[in-house]
């Protein structure tokens, strides 16, 4: 009848569309680019912090942190701090795995940090403690402020994103301190390669991350560049 080739002709039409949306490729949106590439920059970033669990066997197994200097891992502490207050969602909302990867690294520099003072001598260990006494100090001032004087996400971002740079500079070019120590004993022991080949594809991922959706104090390009200069040392 008239009515059933109708509605033959009627679900044909739509079975047809279906199958067609169905084969379609199917388009990714910046904010599914940007979470698989951040996700991918927390996993590279987790290698990153990790990478010094051999040096700090080696303290451990020798009972002493001899010529390692600590500037890397006060750097990265003081870097990682300023970067979990960036990613708040008072002061930059979404941001939530720059938050995540971040909170893990302020723990696990903590534990190195506790790692060194154990085995450090008492002038050493006294240095490191009132550096992390500063840095601590600092953060607490800074959150005060940003928090309570800046009135806007706009504002808060811009605050703290100027402090991130500053510091992201700070935590590349740490490992150049033991620079000196490298050319005068001709050995890259002080200098571990994979914490500087880890650094860089760290630089990459967040990098990218940044440019997808674009953020300009995650996407400044001065701090991943500076880590480069590093790698021909290794």
């Known amino acids: 009848s008239a009515s059933n080739f109708s509605f033959k002709t009627h679900f044909s039409c739509r079975f047809l569309v279906v199958l067609r949306s169905s084969s379609a490729p199917a388009m990714v949106s910046a904010d599914d680019a940007r979470t698989l590439v951040g996700v991918l920059g927390n996993i590279i970033s987790l290698f990153l912090f990790l990478s010094p669990v051999p040096t700090f066997v080696q ?43 971040n909170g893990t690294g302020t723990a696990i520099e903590l534990a190195y940090i506790i790692l060194f003072l154990i085995y450090s001598d008492p002038q050493k260990r006294l240095r490191v403690l009132l550096f992390v006494l500063v840095e601590f100090i600092f953060i607490s001032v800074l959150t005060v402020l940003v928090l309570t004087l800046a009135h ?8 703290v994103g100027i402090v991130c740079i500053a510091f992201n500079v700070m935590m590349y070019a740490s490992p150049l301190t033991v620079m000196k120590l490298v050319i005068y004993t001709k050995s890259v022991e002080y200098m571990p390669f994979f914490l500087s080949f880890a650094s860089f594809a760290n630089g990459l991922a967040w990098t990218a991350y940044a440019l997808i959706r674009f953020d300009p104090f995650i996407a400044v390009i001065i701090p991943h560049i500076l880590l480069s200069f590093s790698l021909p040392s290794f």
């Open 152 to 159: 806007t996400p706009k504002e808060r971002s811009m605050i």
């Open 59 to 101: 303290i451990w197994k020798k009972g002493s942190v001899e010529q390692y200097s600590a500037a890397p891992y006060l750097a990265t502490l003081l870097n990682c701090m300023v970067w979990t207050l960036y990613g708040v969602p008072m002061v930059h909302p979404h941001s939530t795995l720059v938050v995540t990867i």
